[in-house]
């Protein structure tokens, strides 16, 4: 079985510019989280969904950070525009609607904004 | 505010030592999770723990959660390099959609 594929896997843009973040969940599964991991701290959630609507977005910094998942499969989070802090890894999730507590992560995309 | 605190922070022992790492918090967790993530690559799932004072063995990996459901600790008998990596815990508040929060980590060196 595919695992979550994310694309691209790093990623080097200047301050104010715009960044974008694919992910393709795995097949089957209609819960798809983004995370931002920055160095030295755990996973936290920036937003939510379940099929193509949001659960949760209460920790998207919404004036800078845009996601969507049109057709409930892939998604795409977008940045707009960066900043420093916004320097992190960005990590894509998905599970089973009945089994949210199994996420399955995948590799990342790790940002740097100079 | 960090819901769940994980210590120590770093760890670096020989191979074929045990150690074990603390997750904990004073908050009531419904269910918790340890997670184990390599350098370039996402946090991959080990278990899940839903019932206090449960233990899980997965191999040399022992598990256990508090009985009151705020803590918990990962046991690694006699380590070994490939057990390297960043060991996450992330709790559940209930068991329905709420977000998982995730401690920052203990980063484990195992040295041959």
């Known amino acids: 079985e595919a695992g979550v594929a994310q694309s691209p896997r790093y990623k080097i843009i200047e301050k104010r510019q715009s960044v974008a973040f694919w992910c393709n969940p795995i097949?089957?599964?209609?819960?798809l989280y983004w995370y931002q991991q920055i160095l030295g701290q755990g996973p936290k959630l920036l937003i939510q969904?379940?099929?193509?609507?949001?659960?949760?977005d209460s920790q998207l910094p919404k004036d800078r950070f845009s996601a969507e998942r049109l057709k409930g499969v892939d998604s795409t989070l977008k940045i707009q525009p960066a900043k420093l802090e916004d320097s992190a890894v960005y990590l894509c999730?998905?599970?089973?609607?009945?089994?949210?507590?199994?996420?399955?992560f995948g590799p990342g995309t790790r940002l740097l904004v100079l | 505010t960090q819901l769940l605190e994980q210590s120590p922070q770093f760890l670096s022992i020989q191979e074929g030592e045990n150690l074990t790492v603390y997750c904990n918090s004073s908050?009531?967790?419904?269910?918790l999770q340890w997670y184990r993530q390599e350098p370039g690559e996402g946090p991959v799932l080990l278990v899940t723990v839903v019932t206090g004072g449960e233990v899980k063995k997965l191999k040399r990996l022992t598990f256990q959660f508090g009985d009151a459901r705020k803590d918990s600790s990962l046991h690694i008998t006699a380590a070994q390099p490939g057990d390297t990596g960043l060991y996450l815990c992330a709790g559940a508040r209930d068991s329905g959609n709420t977000p998982l929060v995730f401690g920052k980590g203990t980063r484990l060196s195992v040295i041959a």
């Open positions: 908050s009531v967790f419904s269910s």
């Open positions: 969904f379940q099929n193509n609507g949001v659960v949760d």
């Open positions: 999730a998905s599970s089973l609607v009945r089994q949210t507590r199994t996420q399955y």
């Open positions: 097949s089957g599964h209609a819960t």
